[in-house]
């Protein structure tokens, strides 16, 4: 009860804030509410909360299930832009949805090598030596979506706070840094990779991480000063590099988006191409210092 108490409360100040923002940002004009991407943007993650919450609820089973929907759907958005098809399009799919339970079982420390084993043994089995660069990608892929989001699995056997940290630590993170660099502007932080994303959407990377810490952390042990500002710079920063990273997979496949489906955002890759960086390292620091 307690857990779900925190959730409700960290969605309802995250998302009454972020309304409240929209409204300042609009200037009240409806008509200028109506076409702005960040209200787009945010309808969206207001879908998507109920999405990430529910299964929260449900433990460990739940956050299983979670990742690897996600996993799945991300690796259907992925498959083009890694140019995989037929045999490898379908050991991703099945690669990214097993992953997550691996974790759950307790078998982590397979992953990696199942996803070898898979993406060398297709092109053996098929004798087909110019199909090893298909079997490369397939490990990419598998490793960039289904191993990294298995992680939200090894949060959550940490404790129920964890995961939503991830979570909800990179959707408030990416909404600051979208809102800050749309109003503040300034000096672009990779203009090669992300010509939209600035150094003033960094700082809000930041401080919504910071936000989103301090929303959650009823769910987590005590947080000292120092491990508390670990946190906060391993979710805001590891949350644009994950979306960097994305950036630079759809730059190199000539693409703006890797979905369409999702109004403000694209596709689900693009929506939780943060998680990606944060899920495994948040899951590092977790095993390196302790919980």
């Known amino acids: 009860m307690d857990g779900a108490l925190t959730l409700v409360t960290a969605l309802g100040t995250a998302f009454g804030a972020g309304g409240v923002g929209i409204l300042v940002a609009s200037r009240g004009n409806w008509r200028r509410l109506r076409a702005s991407t960040l209200t787009r943007r945010y309808l969206t993650w207001l879908a998507l909360a109920v999405v990430y919450g ?41 690669l990214c949805g097993a992953l997550p339970p691996l974790f759950l079982a307790g078998a982590g420390g397979w992953a990696a090598g199942l996803v070898v084993a898979v993406a060398l043994g297709l092109p053996v089995a098929r004798g087909r030596a110019d199909e090893l660069e298909q079997g490369a990608r397939l490990a990419f892929g598998a490793l960039l979506l289904g191993w990294t989001l298995a992680h939200l699995v090894a949060l959550r056997q940490a404790g129920p706070g964890w995961p939503l940290l991830a979570l909800f630590g990179t959707a408030v993170s990416d909404v600051c840094a979208f809102t800050a660099g749309s109003l503040l502007g300034g000096p672009r932080l990779a203009p090669r990779l992300s010509p939209n994303k600035t150094w003033a959407g960094l700082t809000g990377n930041l401080l919504g991480a910071a936000l989103a810490l301090l929303l959650v952390a009823p769910l987590l042990p005590p947080l000292g000063g120092p491990r508390a500002v670990a946190l906060v710079a391993l979710v805001g920063l590891g949350g644009c590099l994950g979306d960097l990273g994305e950036s630079l997979l759809k730059r190199s496949a000539g693409v703006k988006d890797a979905g369409g489906w999702l109004p403000g955002f694209g596709g689900l890759l693009d929506r939780i191409d943060s998680l990606l960086a944060v899920a495994p390292l948040l899951a590092a620091l977790l095993a390196v210092g302790g919980r």
Do not use: C, N
Request: glycine share 8%; hydrophobic share 65%; charged share 10%.
């Open 54 to 94: 529910v299964p929260l609820l449900f433990g460990a089973p739940g956050v299983t299930l979670l990742a690897a929907a996600l996993a799945v759907q991300a690796a259907r958005e992925a498959a083009p832009l890694l140019r995989l098809d037929g045999a490898y399009r379908w050991a991703l799919f099945a």
